[in-house]
């Protein structure tokens, strides 16, 4: 029994996958790009033909992921929604026109999704979550229904989101798509009331983001391995994370995806590289063991001037670490002959976590491949 989690290579923006050995699928954000190619070269991992190898298919042939996270309606976290992802009536999928686009069973969206301002790219998913969340409002016995249920997340002042479809900070979700995932729980942290309140006056969709702490198990053991995906949430959320958690169990991890690109911002504001703030500090002291690693879902991190992704923070979540070599950067872990970074890909069952190299199984794929017989095409 083995699950996986893939992280795949896209810039300053993130797309992760995550697969239970049931099947059962998690795709944290869309960052797909329309074209892979520059002056002729590829330039990008082709994260799409990959999803639809590793998604399941329904009884109508049709590619699909049971939750979909987006943690927050920026460009960087929704690019490629439109043309790869499939919105509207199921029932009016068309397997010609709409072939390989991924049907979506259950969608998460923070409560920013529903402001004005959002990224373009954002505004399909807006239209799906509306439309789903129609379902609820116009029914009252409405409970969700498959490629239906929409769950908004985080506290809301207005109370505009019915329960039925509203998870606020400190629930734990082990079920999606009118499913148990079985081997998984979902611990969500944020956001919270006082952000999005904050959020929509200073129109910062960073501070809206969906943070969670992914919970797996393996037959006969808990808690296996632990992950913190937090979308673009800085410092402040942390600080408000960890005043609001009472058991850091809930914070412990084993696999943390640095916010917002390896920003700075985690640790402190952009213009103060000099300080620590106590959040990082408390969040970087509860990783579990000496085999715990940061990932920063960013380009490659050079000594410079960017922010995202900051040479300084990498820097730091490398001190900070019990084992500093444990610091990988997706645009540099794993590059295959074409210098096309690979996705970095877990691998979790009863002792833990591995990584697999992508191009390392590409090449074996290849070698073990019979050789075509003579004459044949």
Aim: overall charge negative.
């Amino acid at each position: 029994m083995e699950h996986k989690i893939k992280i795949y290579p896209v810039g300053n923006a993130d797309c992760i996958l995550v697969k239970l050995s049931n099947g059962k699928t998690i795709i944290f954000d869309c960052q797909i790009h329309a074209d892979l190619y520059e002056n002729g070269k590829q330039i990008w991992f082709d994260v799409k033909t990959d999803l639809l190898k590793e998604l399941p298919k329904d009884s109508l042939n049709r590619p699909y992921v049971d939750l979909y996270v987006n943690t927050h309606p920026h460009d960087d976290h929704c690019r490629g929604f439109e043309g790869n992802f499939y919105h509207g009536d199921p029932d009016k999928y068309d397997k010609d026109k709409d072939k390989d686009k991924i049907m979506i069973g259950e969608l998460w969206v923070t409560t920013m999704l529903f402001k004005n301002d959002i990224a373009e790219s954002a505004e399909e998913i807006r239209r799906e979550a509306k439309r789903r969340r129609s379902l609820y409002d116009n029914d009252e016995d409405f409970t969700g229904s498959k490629w239906n249920y929409l769950r908004i997340i985080g506290y809301d002042k207005d109370n505009e989101y019915d329960n039925r479809y509203g998870y606020i900070p400190g629930k734990v979700v082990d079920r999606a798509n009118g499913r148990s995932f079985e081997w998984l729980s979902i611990f969500i942290h944020a956001p919270f009331k006082k952000d999005i309140e904050t959020a929509k006056r200073d129109d910062d969709k960073n501070a809206t983001s969906i943070v969670v702490q992914l919970r797996f198990s393996v037959e006969g053991k808990d808690n296996v391995c632990r992950t913190l995906f937090a979308g673009d949430a800085e410092h402040e959320i942390w600080q408000h994370i960890l005043d609001n958690n009472a058991d850091d169990e809930n914070l412990r991890w084993n696999i943390f995806v640095a916010p917002h690109h390896c920003s700075w911002t985690f640790f402190n504001e952009s213009n103060n590289k000099k300080d620590v703030l106590p959040s990082a500090s408390n969040i970087m002291g509860l990783q579990i063991d000496g085999k715990s690693e940061v990932v920063a879902s960013s380009k490659e991190i050079l000594n410079d001037q960017d922010n995202p992704p900051c040479y300084e923070a990498k820097q730091k979540y490398k001190e900070k670490l019990i084992n500093s070599q444990n610091f990988f950067n997706t645009a540099t872990f794993d590059v295959n002959s074409s210098d096309i970074p690979q996705p970095i890909t877990y691998i979790i069952g009863i002792t833990g976590k591995r990584k697999e190299l992508e191009s390392t199984k590409a090449a074996e794929s290849v070698v073990s491949r019979p050789a075509p017989r003579a004459g044949l095409k």
